[in-house]
Structures are given as C-alpha cells and as structure tokens.
C-alpha cells in the first residue's frame, strides 16, 4: 500500500510539473498598441439620420460606445416605416465619434483604432474642413468585434484642410 502511494504521489507531482512548465511556455506578453480592424458604418441608402443632439453643456468631441439596438435607436431617427443596417450586437460594438467641426467639412473619417492596454484606446479621425466657416455636426461611426461598455476611448482629431 505504500509502494502505491509513493508511485501516486510521483505521477502527481511529475504531471503537476510537466503542466506548469507548459503553461509558461504558452503565455507571450502581448506587444501593444495593436491595430484593432473596423468596418465603417453608414446610414446612407436608408430614410434614417443621426439623432444627436448639440447644444449647451454638450461635450463636443466624444466617442459613444453602442453595444444594442436598443442604445443605437437612442442615437438614430428614421422616417416612417424604414429602418438602418442591421448590426449583430451578439458580436459586434458600434463606437460613434461625434462632434462639431468650427468650419464646414468636406470629408470625415477613421484613420485607425489602436487599443494600448486591456480596455484603453485611441480612435484616431481625419476631419478634411473648408474654407466656410460656420458649426458643422459630424458623425464616425465604426463596427468592431465585441467591446466592454467601461473601456476607455480617446478620440484623435486631425483638423486637415481640404486641397479642393
């Protein structure tokens, strides 16, 4: 009985040793900042608009994480019966970056999102204004894979002018 004991307790330890060392050859520090995909999300071909509303005490540059439709019909407004692109919330965040430009804007979009740590990022945009001058709203909404409502999003703006 004694024998098997020892035996046992040997198989245990060897297999409890040969488990750690192969875990830690498993774990690899990740390199951030990693370049996150997106897909650009658009309201064209449908009666819908933005429904965002500016106006005092408004933070005018900022990112709204959406991760229902419930969240997305606070943001969108359609006209009668129609409706916008689906989004399969299940596995996908839409960020809307939205805010008021000082001059009109011929183009706005997302040059990347970085993510820099487990929850903290940075979207960075391209707002391409012109000559006129007067408060232009502007909206950049993106698809991602899955995101935690409590992550932490910096918005990167470069006012560009437009060569046109």
């Not at 046992?8 to 951030?32: E, G, L, R």
């Not at 005018?60 to 006209?79: A, G, R």
């Amino acid at each position: 009985m004694k024998k098997i004991k020892i035996i046992i307790s040997i198989f245990c330890f060897c297999f409890t040793m040969i488990s750690c060392t192969k875990d830690d050859k498993n774990i690899q520090p990740i390199d951030y900042p990693i370049d996150i995909p997106f897909t650009e999300y658009s309201l064209a071909g449908t009666s819908c608009n933005w429904n965002l509303i500016y106006g005092e005490g408004y933070d005018y540059e900022k990112i709204i994480i959406i991760n229902s439709k419930e969240e997305l019909n606070n943001y969108v407004k359609c006209i009668g019966e129609s409706s916008y692109h689906e989004i399969d919330f299940t596995k996908f965040t839409l960020l809307l970056a939205n805010g008021i430009a000082s001059s009109s804007y011929e183009y706005v979009g997302c040059v990347s999102l970085l993510i820099f740590s487990d929850k903290n990022y940075n979207m960075e945009i391209d707002l391409f204004l012109t000559e006129l001058t007067s408060l232009t709203p502007w909206q950049v909404p993106i698809i991602v894979k899955k995101i935690d409502e409590d992550s932490v999003i910096n918005l990167i703006i470069n006012n560009l002018i437009s060569q046109k």
